[in-house]
């Protein structure tokens, strides 16, 4: 029996002697063309887009209204028509009035797609999931057929790196880019049953790194996983071919060739996987020693436990979601026979989010845990969407020397370690002597024999006991330790041995400081810092680099990184400064100041300070306040030079009394913060702004709206200047009450923090005297750069989260203008906190 023409329902609505479209016949082409698709802008009787998609020898085609739109909370109605030949890719012209589909033809945008999956058995199903790289499409996307519905189906743009919420139809308007020159690589079936270029996996990789955290972040977009006590390690598969290689590219295949054997003989593919080798102890977790003495002795008993894929089936996926990695991942593993010295890291049970996820961990007696955002992409060095949280302090140190053993321990008695500053000076860090056992002292002995040197390492000389005997060695050995806390000298305090690290140069070893709150939740959130930057180095400058002007104002260590991610120097902040002063000042003039100051960037040590110790620079005076123990004098500026002056000195952070001088004793303001559960979805802060703001307008006052730069929002009421502290306090207090009482599901104005599970806490202490909130316009000392940025209510959606980063230094001065009109009428509404107003609160007025 012939098989059906595909082509046929085409053919038989047109007239091609009338027509300039293409006749057409279906084929299958075997130039290195890859799977063309192309959308068509059809001007017909009503103005819509074709979108097709090669497969089969013809366009499979759908006729899409409104057209495709980046939005990935937006869905498109893509109707399916009839199949059109391949010739139609290139048509464009005018099919003439009174035949099918009159009109104009453009072509809008053209590229490759690459299959998810069958496709053959998705055009049945009803779905099919794909990636585009075109002028305008990229990334992921989705096709899927209503129920009962043949030809109706929806097209929608999946969450990647290429997605843009809050979109709209704004990429129709757009100008295409121009496609990489040359053909795409052309597909080729896998033993999946994927389409993937075929090509072979580069010669090397650079691995993507975990930044460390203090507590995990906001959002339900993020998977945990066990942070393995091992080495990290990738692997280059080509056929039976394999290489391996640590975290530093340093190539480990032949002291690994009981591994290398292992996956030469499985043959999963061609392309890369990353992971960490290990060895298990019989309660199945990491053993750190176990993995040290198999190596020195016996690698067979090594494992290899993977959690990523960046490269796999002649497809390179970095810029792929992680959602997307994994899926890919879990394919190569379903080709594992049973007893293989391989793993596959699955995330934790999703039921523990937040800090949640961090205790369960904890009691489980795990080291730590790793978390990943799902929809950030695999980027190389430090990220913030790629997370390490630790239950015990750990430290990567360098032997700079060790005492002689007392009683009866052999080998020796401690070792003297220490840590690389931002010069590249290795400072004392402490002594580590416990840890060990008899045969890890005996090793510890060897591995340092060769090093002996005559002279301390240390700068400067550390200061030890008299009569201790030290033997100095060449800093090029890395040990990692275990500790309880850090000493305010900069020493480890406890600190026991755990193994030596063989996969880190010594020059590399820095301080790892834990990020502030959380990390970042948005994937899109900037350039990603190389290792050496997110541990807060930068090259070193010359003489004439290490100074810079702005506004005549001498910057010192203008190349010193403030932010690691993205990467931000103290220059830059200074610009910064500069560039948004006239947003900025009109919230800073004639109020007292509290700055955060970070003097060797937010990766190191900050601290609030109130007041300036050394000779006030221009633009910023000395102001006298009130205090429960006397006048008190702090500063405040006067122009924007005091501003950038502020910032050379270090400073990040403003925050300003709910005062201005010359009556500090007054406030003029109420701020209400929104200070809500590191969990709660952006929905439920968006729906607590509303109601606080209809509570306030109820009152008679008027709300004006901002974020702060972490993960909630703060409420600004302008107030005349006629009551006193404790009465405004008192107001503030009630207005939280009040706000608590109505909603207590969703909001808490008691300070335990066992209280504000699930809820927000509206804290209504920054109206207090002395107390400060931080100004709009402000830098954060948070990954990710925040600023926190005025708002119109009108902004408020609760699709589009603008907390933590989404405005941040790379951002913030294009949004100010808008900022502005939004806060335009913010003198003109002050209002009177009136008798009335108090009353209504069940105040005394």
């Not at 992680?322 to 391989?342: I, K, S, T």
């Not at 010193?560 to 990467?567: D, H, Q």
């Not at 947003?583 to 040590?605: E, F, K, N, W």
């Not at 599970?757 to 804290?763: K, S």
Request: overall charge positive; glycine content about 8%.
């Amino acid at each position: 029996m012939p098989r059906p023409d595909p082509l046929a329902p085409y053919h038989a609505k047109r007239d091609f002697a009338a027509t300039p479209e293409p006749t057409g016949r279906p084929e299958s082409r075997s130039e290195p063309q890859g799977l063309q698709f192309v959308v068509q802008r059809h001007a017909a009787r009503r103005l819509h887009y074709d979108f097709r998609l090669e497969w089969g020898g013809t366009l499979k085609s759908w006729a899409v209204p409104k057209g495709p739109s980046l939005d990935p909370d937006i869905q498109r109605l893509a109707v399916q028509v009839e199949d059109h030949p391949l010739e139609y890719a290139d048509f464009e012209g005018t099919i003439p009035p009174g035949h099918y589909g009159a009109g104009e033809v453009a072509v809008w945008d053209r590229g490759v797609w690459i299959p998810r999956g069958d496709v053959d058995e998705g055009l049945r199903r009803g779905k099919l999931q794909f990636e585009l790289r075109g002028t305008r499409l990229h990334g992921e996307w989705t096709l899927y057929r209503l129920a009962h519905e043949p030809t109706q189906w929806m097209l929608r743009k999946r969450r990647d790196p290429h997605a843009r919420p809050g979109d709209g139809d704004a990429v129709l308007h757009e100008e295409p880019t121009p496609l990489p020159a040359g053909p795409p690589t052309p597909p080729t079936r896998a033993r999946n049953g994927r389409w993937a270029a075929g090509a072979a996996p580069p010669q090397i990789i650079e691995p993507q790194l975990a930044t460390l955290v203090d507590r995990p972040p906001a959002g339900n977009r993020w998977v945990y996983e066990i942070k393995y006590d091992g080495y990290r390690m990738l692997a280059r598969l080509e056929g039976e071919h394999v290489r391996l290689f640590s975290r530093n590219g340093l190539e480990w295949t032949d002291r690994l060739s009981a591994l290398v054997r292992t996956l030469s003989v499985l043959r999963l593919g061609s392309g890369w996987l990353d992971g960490e080798i290990v060895v298990m102890d019989a309660q199945g977790r990491t053993d750190f020693h176990a993995l040290q003495a198999a190596l020195d002795r016996d690698a067979s008993q090594v494992e290899y436990v993977v959690f990523d894929v960046p490269w796999w089936g002649g497809r390179d996926l970095r810029e792929e979601p992680l959602h997307a990695r994994l899926e890919v991942l879990d394919r190569v593993f379903e080709q594992l026979p049973p007893g293989v010295p391989l793993a596959r890291s699955r995330p934790l049970d999703p039921q523990y989010v937040g800090q949640a996820v961090l205790q369960a961990a904890c009691r489980m007696g795990l080291e730590g845990l790793i978390g990943k955002h799902l929809d950030a992409p695999y980027r190389a060095g430090r990220s913030p969407h790629w997370i390490k949280l630790k239950c015990r302090g750990e430290q990567e140190v360098v032997v700079g020397g060790y005492t002689e053993p007392g009683g009866s321990r052999g080998h020796l008695g401690a070792l003297l370690v220490g840590i690389h500053d931002e010069e590249g000076k290795l400072r004392y860090a402490g002594r580590v002597g416990s840890g060990f056992d008899e045969r890890t002292l005996a090793q510890m002995w060897q591995r340092l024999q060769p090093l002996r040197a005559p002279r301390c390492p240390f700068v400067p000389r550390p200061t030890l006991p008299r009569a201790t005997t030290v033997h100095w060695v060449r800093p090029e050995l890395v040990v990692q330790v275990r500790f309880a806390t850090w000493t305010h000298e900069g020493l480890l305090r406890q600190a026991s041995f755990v193994g030596v690290r063989e996969d880190k140069p010594a020059k590399e070893v820095r301080r790892e400081v834990a990020e502030p709150r959380s990390a970042p939740d948005d994937p899109a959130s900037g350039p990603t810092a190389s290792p050496a930057a997110a541990a807060g180095t930068a090259p070193r400058a010359s003489a004439k680099e290490r100074r810079a002007d702005v506004r005549g104002i001498p910057v010192s260590n203008p190349h010193r990184l403030v932010y690691s991610v993205p990467r931000v120097t103290k220059l830059e902040v200074v610009r910064y400064h500069e560039a948004i002063g006239e947003h900025l000042l009109p919230h800073l003039l004639s109020r007292p100041l509290s700055l955060v100051r970070c003097p060797q960037g937010t990766g190191g040590d900050c601290f609030f300070q109130k007041h300036v110790q050394t000779r006030l620079p221009d633009g910023v005076v000395a102001v006298e306040v009130p205090s429960s123990e006397g006048p008190d004098t702090q500063v405040a500026v006067t122009s924007i030079e005091g501003v950038i002056a502020l910032a050379q000195y270090g400073n990040v952070e403003f925050h300003t009394w709910g005062a201005r001088m010359p009556r500090p004793d007054r406030p003029d303001r109420l701020t209400m913060d929104l200070d809500p559960d590191p969990d709660l979805p952006w929905s439920s802060v968006v729906e607590a702004a509303q109601l606080t703001r209809v509570l306030l307008e109820e009152l008679g006052l008027v709300a004006f709206l901002k974020t702060t730069g972490g993960k909630g929002l703060h409420i600004v009421t302008p107030i005349r200047t006629t009551r006193g502290w404790d009465e405004v306090k008192a107001f503030a207090k009630a207005v939280a009450s009040r706000l608590a009482t109505v909603a207590p599901q969703r909001f808490t104005a008691r300070l335990t923090k066992t209280r504000r599970e699930g809820r927000i806490f509206v804290d209504y202490l920054r109206n207090g005297r002395g107390a400060t909130a931080v100004a709009a316009y402000s830098l954060r000392a948070r990954p990710g750069a925040p600023v926190s940025m005025p708002l119109a209510w009108e902004a408020l959606d609760p699709r589009e989260d603008l907390r933590g980063e989404h405005f941040n230094i790379r951002n913030a001065l294009a949004h100010a203008p808008g900022a502005d009109a939004a806060w335009a009428a913010y003198e003109e509404s002050r209002r009177t906190l009136t008798v009335n107003m108090m009353r209504a609160l069940g105040l005394d007025g």
